[in-house]
């Protein structure tokens, strides 16, 4: 685990304890050329501030977006892969042709 990594979590808690909603985003799989590799994490608040990095720009705004208009489970984990499609790769601007598995847990409340 990196201190950022620990960071992430530490912040995790403060927020809990702050009676936030919280996403705890985790890296399971990349494919192909990522800036993050597996077991980097992110928290992220229902108001779309986060803490950490899964990708290092477009994926978090794909997350935050999504919090926004309640597209996140808080009631189940699920696993969110982007960079399936050409498309995709175009739109998050993931390097060469690469791909990302995220496992989103929510946590609290």
């Not at 790769?89 to 598995?101: A, D, E, V």
């Amino acid at each position: 685990m990196t201190s950022q990594d620990q960071q992430v979590l530490e912040q995790l808690d403060v927020w809990l304890n702050q009676n936030y909603q919280v996403w705890l985003v985790t890296v399971v799989e990349t494919y192909g050329s990522s800036p993050r590799q597996p077991g980097a994490m992110l928290a992220l608040r229902a108001d779309g501030v986060l803490l950490g990095s899964v990708s290092g720009g477009c994926i978090e705004d794909e997350l935050i977006q999504r919090v926004r208009l309640a597209e996140l489970s808080t009631k189940k984990a699920e696993l969110v892969t982007f960079g399936e499609t050409q498309e995709e790769q175009q739109r998050f601007k993931l390097p060469c042709g690469g791909s990302i598995r995220l496992l989103v847990e929510p946590v609290g409340n």
